[in-house]
């Protein structure tokens, strides 16, 4: 997990914001003294059924609505200062694009709301539909594209100023269960690059797999947040996922589980896919069995002017530094068991980090040719498995 | 202003993306084409070209309007209404550049059709009067009396308040010597400008009436036409005759020797320069009753200080009075400008008519819904029609009820709020040739687009600005 900036994009204190009726009295409390951040570089969900605050939130975030009472401030500025929108980018829940501009046109127009030149527009629009597919519908009107078409072109708008802070409501609603990959993924690279994301969603599953903290809203209220790690951790209870045992050997483990469990409740049983994984698997394999499917898919290439920061440092220099500093944490003579602990959690910090780095370079060899135009989603499985190898033995198996 | 000029580029395709507009296109197209060449006029050259030009103006400046407020309202509120404004917003463009781009793309628009519409008509009149085998003074009166531009010069007229007060006084002092009862003084007063103004216009069978002007050009080298209508026996445009009259003008000069050898009476010594009535003809001019006449005086007639005299007698042969109504003139003109030029003032002043619309229907949808701000629109400029109507009909009919005078003060108060869409019309001005001044544009402006239109558009930006657009409910 990347390191997590202090520096707060979002400050919310004591936010609340009361909806009136036409003679002022009071109907509908929908965000009710809320406190919350969001930092630099995090991926934060917002979660919540329908009516809990979400959308008054984020509407509240992009100036569209005033709060009640309470403080809201992005940058350190005011959400209804122009300026500030200039670092945002924001992708509604639903199409709110102009039904009759072509796909190109509309990047056009809201490259234009940034007062960017006409060749930067058309730069960046051209690389925006390559990015998310949509390359060959760049004449079509807007209106006739289908939801997943108008959700990609929806996040292509949003990153049209390259925003260092991304409001994604909804981003994988309308979108089947590759194109919520697609997108999941491309969260994840933008994190990478050190944006901030706020992502609300009703698919949980969608929140996990990209969010490092959550706030669960209800009521108007913060009923919970932290980060998954936190929130989703059973401490009472352990997981071994083992190669496939044999039965002499289940039968040993049981046994030793038996002895020192003492009545406790265990099961060993073998581990299930989620629906998601196994449908994404399948779709894989049809990929290489046939070229050409018939579902729109992302085109690969990271649009060149969406800032690489980290990306372009070496993964060998930093897991140099990072090494350096373990080693330092871990001659700490004066407070051993602190060294070990903090060695411990970097080392770990390390092996995410290298997980990421290493996947990337991977990537760098295998296309060398397309040193800007890394593909966004969808690493190779492969990559990963060997990068986690190399961490292993890096960090000596431990 | 790359992004104010996208707003206004977006403002563009969505009208000429939307169906209603198209139509509209093809409206205005039909009228503008169809009716200059379905008009018959009454029946003369000179009424066909008059009628073409004041009825397609009008209409041109009628269906604009209507664009212009359904234009407005519907861009302002549509991508309110569909959310779609929540990604501009949330851009890094201010609500007023928002609001600007948006009226400033409907303004271009209609800006543009009201371009190729005017310009069209322009080219049809122009081209009938060229083409068609009008009688040659038929096409003469034409040049001379509608394409042309004419500055007009109204008579000055007595203080007529002063003499009503006179008149009033005298009826007050003449009322306390006798046991009538007095009538309400503002009632009294109004009566009696009626009843001046009323014998002003008559000129009975024999008398003389003498019209006085002053400020025209004392260099002057081409003619001066008069314009009049006169009524006989009574002010009605039915049973309308011809009649006889002798046209007179002041001249001051000195006799030459000439004169005075001709003089039928006898030789006069004249030496020093006097001013005398010099008939226009010897012998009594026929004219018709009911309609305009024009008759052409040398420029000689104007006086070195620039003022001329002119008088009429009445010679009716059937011993009728004529009456000469005030707004009638007679009015003296003289040309300054061309057809083209007056032409253009007048479809300036449309632009500015569709300017303030645009801004009062911008102004409207800022903070209403759409079907709500063109009701607001349209009924504001009703209440201005009314009121102009109900405050020029006066409420000096005795026995009035309280709403009458209420509703007559209302007007009043409301007159000075909202815009009389009728002050931008020129179209009669155009078809009579008469000059539209530059003090009467300038006028307009600043009274209708600076004084009242400005302040309207300033708190429709402020509002738009303070807005909550995520209040909106989504349709």
């Keep these: ?398 | 202003m790359i992004s104010f000029f996208s707003i206004v580029k977006l403002t563009w395709r969505s009208a000429i993306r939307s169906h209603i507009f198209q139509l509209l296109l093809v409206v205005l197209t039909a009228f503008v084409i169809i009716l200059p060449l379905t008009i018959a006029g009454d029946g003369t050259a000179y009424g066909y070209i008059q009628v073409s030009l004041k009825y397609n103006l009008s209409v041109v400046a009628f269906i604009l309007s209507m664009s212009t407020i359904w234009l407005a309202c519907s861009v302002m509120t549509q991508d309110m209404e569909s959310y779609q404004l929540h990604m501009i917003v949330s851009k890094p463009v201010s609500r007023m550049k928002v609001w600007l781009g948006k009226c400033t793309g409907v303004l271009l628009i209609n800006s543009f059709l009201l371009l190729i519409s005017c310009s069209v008509i322009y080219g049809i009149v122009v081209w009938q009067f060229n083409r068609s085998h009008f009688p040659a003074d038929e096409k003469k009166k034409i040049e001379n009396e509608v394409m042309t531009a004419r500055r007009v010069f109204y008579p000055q007229l007595p203080n007529i308040n002063a003499m009503a007060r006179e008149e009033y006084a005298k009826r007050l002092a003449a009322a306390k010597t006798s046991s009538a009862k007095g009538e309400r003084e503002d009632v009294a007063l109004r009566e009696m400008r009626r009843q001046i103004i009323a014998k002003m216009s008559e000129l009975p069978v024999s008398a003389s009436k003498i019209w006085f002007y002053k400020n025209l050009p004392v260099d002057l080298k081409a003619p001066l036409y008069l314009r009049y209508r006169a009524y006989v026996d009574k002010i009605s445009s039915k049973d309308q005759r011809e009649t006889y009259g002798i046209w007179h003008v002041a001249v001051t000069r000195k006799p030459d020797e000439k004169t005075s050898k001709t003089d039928v009476v006898g030789p006069v010594k004249v030496t020093e320069p006097v001013t005398y009535w010099e008939p226009r003809s010897y012998y009594p001019e026929k004219m018709m009753c009911g309609v305009f006449n024009e008759i052409t005086l040398n420029p000689a007639v104007i006086a070195p200080d620039g003022t001329v005299n002119i008088s009429f007698t009445n010679l009716d042969q059937s011993g009728k009075n004529l009456h000469f109504q005030v707004p009638d003139g007679p009015k003296m003109l003289i040309r300054v400008a061309g057809f083209f030029e007056n032409y253009t003032r007048a479809s300036f002043l449309i632009l500015l008519q569709l300017i303030i619309l645009t801004g009062l229907a911008c102004a409207a949808s800022s903070v209403l819904s759409m079907p709500t701000a063109i009701f607001m629109v349209v009924a504001y400029l009703l209440f201005g029609t009314f009121s102009t109507f109900l405050v020029g009909a006066g409420i000096d009919v005795p026995d009035l009820g309280l709403t009458d005078y209420f509703a007559y003060y209302m007007s009043i108060i409301l007159l000075w709020l909202v815009i009389p869409l009728q002050v931008f019309d020129m179209s009669g001005l155009v078809s009579a040739g008469e000059l539209i001044e530059f003090s009467l544009m300038a006028k307009i402006f600043f009274k209708f687009l600076v004084v009242k239109g400005l302040p309207l558009f300033l708190l429709g930006i402020w509002l738009y600005r303070r807005r909550e657009m995520g209040l909106v409910i989504r349709k």
């Design chain 1, 1 to 398: 997990m990347p390191e997590i900036n202090s520096v707060p994009v979002v400050k919310a204190t004591g936010l609340t914001k009361t909806f009136r009726d036409f003679w002022g009295r009071p109907k509908a409390k929908a965000v009710n003294d809320i406190d919350f951040e969001v930092r630099e570089g995090e991926v934060l969900g917002l979660l919540g059924p329908n009516g809990s605050g979400k959308s008054t939130t984020v509407k509240m975030l992009l100036g569209l609505l005033y709060p009640s009472a309470g403080n809201l401030s992005i940058f350190g500025r005011s959400p209804r200062d122009v300026d500030t929108k200039k670092r945002i980018g924001y992708l509604p829940e639903e199409t709110y694009l102009y039904k009759y501009l072509s796909a190109m046109e509309t990047l056009d127009f809201f490259g234009a709301l940034f007062n960017f030149s006409s060749e930067e527009r058309k730069k960046r629009s051209e690389q925006l539909l390559d990015m998310v597919g949509l390359s060959h519908a760049r004449r079509r009107p807007v209106g006739e594209f289908s939801k997943g078409m108008a959700r990609r072109i929806g996040l292509a708008q949003a990153m049209i100023n390259d925003p260092s802070f991304l409001i994604l409501d909804e981003p994988t609603s309308g979108l089947d269960p590759l194109g919520c990959k697609e997108v999941k993924e491309l969260i994840l690279l933008l994190k990478k690059r050190g944006k901030t994301v706020l992502v609300t969603s009703h698919l949980l599953s969608d929140v996990e797999d990209v969010c490092d903290r959550v706030i669960i809203l209800y009521g108007g209220s913060i009923r919970a947040t932290g980060t998954l790690g936190e929130l989703l951790t059973i401490p009472q209870e352990s997981t071994i996922t083992t190669p496939m045992l044999n039965p002499e050997l289940t039968e040993k483990l049981l046994k030793i589980l038996r002895e020192n469990l003492k009545g406790e409740e265990f099961r060993v049983e073998h581990p299930r896919k989620t629906l998601e994984q196994f449908f994404l698997e399948v779709i894989d394999k049809a990929r290489t069995e046939i070229a050409n499917t018939s579902g729109v898919t992302s085109g690969g290439k990271i649009a060149d002017y969406l800032s690489s920061g980290e990306r372009e440092k070496s993964g060998t220099e930093i897991l140099r530094k990072l090494t350096e500093k373990t080693v330092d944490a871990s001659d700490d003579k004066k407070a051993p068991a602190a060294a070990e602990k903090i060695v411990r959690e970097e080392k770990k910090a390390v092996a995410e980090k290298l997980t990421e780095l290493l996947a990337d370079e991977n990537v760098k060899k295998a296309a060398p040719e397309e040193k800007a135009e890394t593909p966004v989603f969808g690493n190779d499985r492969k990559d990963i498995d060997e990068a986690n190898k190399k961490i292993q033995q890096l960090l000596g198996n431990k």
